[in-house]
């Protein structure tokens, strides 16, 4: 049995040594294309995680105590779920902004300060 070329139906990139790295590849692929890699710094959630967090739990509160409430149709239990989310889950979601705004001007005064030395 021969050993196959390793270059033919290589997943390795090939060495690219003879050509102009400006060139697109064979496929058409620029092959230093503009990226932007975006990374978060905290670990902590975002406000985005909080709000939707605030507006499905009260849903899903609803729909579990559905039963108990004496709801018996799909219609009851929808209705049931978006009076929750607007008498629970709206509230929670504006303090939730309300919460962020605070901090994230906390964080930006601090980072001024900072700066500036004191």
Excluded at 67 to 92: C, E, K, R, S
Aim: hydrophobic share 45%; with cysteine.
């Amino acid at each position: 049995m021969t050993q196959p070329d390793p270059t033919v139906n290589s997943p390795v990139e090939p060495d690219r040594g003879d050509r102009d790295p400006a060139e697109p590849d064979r496929v058409g692929h620029d092959p230093s294309p503009d990226t932007t890699v975006y990374v978060r710094s905290r670990r902590t959630p975002t406000l985005a995680f909080w709000v939707v967090l605030a507006l499905v739990v009260p849903a899903v509160a609803a729909l579990l105590v559905a039963p108990f409430l004496g709801v018996g149709d799909l219609g009851g239990f929808f209705n049931l779920a978006m009076v929750a989310v607007l008498a629970i889950g709206a509230p929670l979601a504006a303090l939730a902004c309300v919460v962020d705004m605070v901090l994230e001007r906390r964080r930006a005064r601090g980072a001024r300060d900072s700066r500036k030395g004191r």
